[in-house]
């Protein structure tokens, strides 16, 4: 049997130190981008929507991407804060007032801001049907596009706004408010949710686009998100996911 000099164990144990060198630490290995939004977005169709598209987009850029709710309020204080890399959520217009998140243009989809009512014979079509009109409005807190609209046209004593679409549909149907705005998939799930009530949608306020808004220092992986946004809807995949989002409880 031939032996193994001194010589050939040294070269045999570099050369396997320098391969374990380069391998990837667990640490290491894939960096993390941790998305927020309300809890309610989060828990709702809108949020399980989300959760697969950004969950694959960040796969293609490898990226780990975590999801992750918070209260209303909180989430944007977060984000602006950069204590997590961005809001996975927001309108087209929320680069206006954001000051530390830059806005991937590709949005995500579309969506709208319904207004719902108790009381029979209420019609509304967009923030501007709400002037002139001596209705008691509320929204959820955080939503940034149902309050910059409302807070146009609706008198500062008639407005206020809660924390949960729960919290605002009882009081709808308490009669302690005339209108509640929200998302509309969001006040679909809550409803389903709730007992059976004389809840309505009244109408449209708001049509627009969903977009990711990043932290400032990840500004260069913002035009990278929006072209494989762009790569997936060719393929389909963002209309796939809806129907899966839409299919699970």
């Known amino acids: 049997m031939k032996r193994i000099s001194v010589q050939q164990i040294v070269r045999m144990c570099v ?74 959520h927001r309108g087209g217009d929320y680069d206006k007032i954001a000051k530390n998140l830059l806005k991937v243009n590709e949005p995500s989809f579309s969506l709208s801001y319904a207004a719902y009512a108790v009381k029979p014979g209420i019609v509304l079509n967009g923030w501007g049907s709400l002037k002139n009109t001596d209705y008691t409005v509320e929204y959820r807190r955080g939503a940034k596009v149902a309050e910059t609209g409302l807070s146009a046209i609706v008198k500062p004593e008639k407005l206020s706004h809660i924390a949960t679409p729960e919290q605002g549909l009882k009081k709808l149907i308490l009669g302690r408010t005339d209108i509640y705005v929200d998302q509309e998939f969001v006040v679909t799930e809550t409803l389903r949710r709730l007992a059976p009530s004389s809840v309505y949608q009244a109408g449209i306020m708001y049509t627009g686009n969903s977009h990711v808004y990043l932290h400032k220092r990840h500004a260069a992986l913002v035009p990278k998100i929006a072209t494989v946004l762009k790569e997936m809807k060719r393929e389909g995949l963002i209309k796939q996911y809806k129907q899966i989002a839409l299919e699970q409880p």
């Not at 667990?26 to 950004?54: C, H, M, N």
């Not at 992750?68 to 204080?77: D, E």
Request: charged residues 25%; aromatic residues 14%.
């Open 15 to 88: 050369i396997w130190m320098l391969l374990v060198a380069a391998l990837p630490r667990p640490s290491e290995a894939v960096e993390k981008i941790v998305l927020i939004s309300s809890q309610d977005t989060k828990d709702s169709f809108y949020g399980r929507w989300l959760d697969l598209i950004y969950s694959e987009v960040f796969r293609r850029l490898g990226y780990e991407f975590q999801y992750k709710g918070y209260p209303g309020g909180r989430a944007p204080v977060m984000a602006e804060k950069g204590e997590v890399d961005g809001e996975i």
